[in-house]
């Protein structure tokens, strides 16, 4: 395999974060993502940047092989809107670390899944 796809799909996952997560520019989601794996992702990051409208992710590293990309972020955002069932605080997280997995197919992402600190999150922002 030529090192070509992996820088691709490394860029792929660098528009998704400064494009879509921070930028919030919805529309590359369907540039990036597998037709049929765009509104999933759609109905997860809309209601989270709702949320944190002043969302700022860290890309720590990205690791890619095959037709995987390994994502480590941090991420940092002020509470603006009702969030897990708690309403905005007005609060900032900082620093909340995130690994994400993102599997490519046909130079899309067609699957991600990953986990958050969700716990770090609630705390720093009061909520736990």
């Known amino acids: 395999m030529s090192m070509r796809p992996l820088e691709d799909h490394k860029a792929a996952v660098r528009r998704l974060v400064n494009e879509v997560m921070v930028g919030g520019d919805f529309e590359v989601l369907d540039q990036i ?25 860290e890309i720590v590293e990205l690791v890619a092989e095959n037709d995987t990309v390994a994502a480590r972020f941090l991420c940092s955002g002020t509470h603006t809107g009702d969030w897990l069932g708690h309403p905005p605080t007005g609060r900032r997280f900082h620093r909340v670390p995130e690994v994400y ?28």
């Open 33 to 57: 993502y597998a037709a049929g794996a765009a509104g999933p992702a759609r109905a997860w990051i809309t209601p989270f940047r709702a949320s944190f409208s002043d969302l700022d992710m």
């Open 101 to 128: 997995f993102f599997q490519f197919t046909d130079g899309r992402i067609s699957k991600a899944w990953g986990r958050e600190d969700t716990h770090r999150r609630l705390r720093q922002l009061g909520l736990h």
